[in-house]
T-cell receptor, first 114, second 113 residues
Framework: DGGITQSPKYLFRKEGQNVTLSCEQNLNHDAMYWYRQDPGQGLRLIYY???????QKGDIAEGYSVSREKKESFPLTVTSAQKNPTAFYLC?????????????FGQGTRLTVV | AQTVTQSQPEMSVQEAETVTLSCTYD???????LFWYKQPPSRQMILVIR??????QNATENRFSVNFQKAAKSFSLKISDSQLGDTAMYFC??????????FGAGTRLTVKP
């Protein structure tokens, strides 16, 4: 089955530690995204990537880093520089087929700093 | 960067009635896509409806339709014959030609029996 897989579903981190969230897609999409969602709020764009080896900062990139070495994978690292990392993180990829453009989402990772 | 504004944090509607959710956006682009996504309590994002900016005809998907006003930069969602399963967060989203995709803050819709 085609889709986007985020892992793990729940993640706990101690303050001062870096942590990497995984996102893999087998939909053959070029574009991939990372969003942060805080309780009762919308999705804020962290980073997005149009193609392999290229990515762009979103509105809240500070304290986060990404890589796009393979088309299928777009991991997000939450660094110790991110002051308030506890949140729900959503990964997405987008189809650009004419008339069929759509973003598909993973099931999310809930990150908690302890 | 473009912005997406949803001015209704919460709305409610009686089952079987009609409700309209508002969305405005700000952009200098001419070619783009607009979307409404639904996020139920499971938090899985589900596409409700999509509109290409170059199309003048408003998109419809069964009970869901949009009112796309390009000059006014407005993109409202109408849900007809509301069902209990429509209870969810609804997000308006804007995608530029370079795939930059931004979301509004969301509207929490409650359908009451």
């Amino acid at each position: 089955d085609g889709g986007i897989t985020q892992s793990p579903k729940y993640l706990f981190r101690k303050e001062g530690q870096n942590v990497t969230l995984s996102c893999e897609q087998n939909l053959n999409h070029d574009a991939m995204y990372w969003y942060r969602q805080d309780p009762g709020q919308g999705l804020r764009l962290i980073y997005y990537s149009q193609i392999v080896n290229d990515f762009q900062k979103g509105d809240i990139a500070e304290g986060y880093s990404v890589s796009r070495e393979k088309k299928e994978s777009f991991p997000l690292t939450v660094t110790s520089a991110q002051k308030n990392p506890t949140a729900f993180y959503l990964c997405a990829s987008a189809s650009e087929a004419p008339g069929d453009t759509e973003a598909f989402f993973g099931q999310g990772t809930r990150l908690t700093v302890v | 960067a473009q912005t997406v504004t949803q001015s209704q944090p919460e709305m409610s509607v009686q089952e079987a009635e009609t409700v309209t959710l508002s969305c405005t956006y700000d952009t200098s682009e001419n070619n783009y896509y607009l979307f409404w996504y639904k996020q139920p309590p499971s938090r899985q994002m589900i596409l409700v409806i999509r509109q290409e900016a170059y199309k003048q005809q408003n998109a419809t998907e069964n009970r869901f339709s949009v009112n796309f006003q390009k000059a006014a930069k407005s993109f409202s969602l109408k849900i007809s014959d509301s069902q209990l399963g429509d209870t969810a967060m609804y997000f308006c989203a804007f995608m530029k030609a370079d795939n930059d995709m931004r979301f509004g803050a969301g509207t929490r819709l409650t359908v009451k029996p």
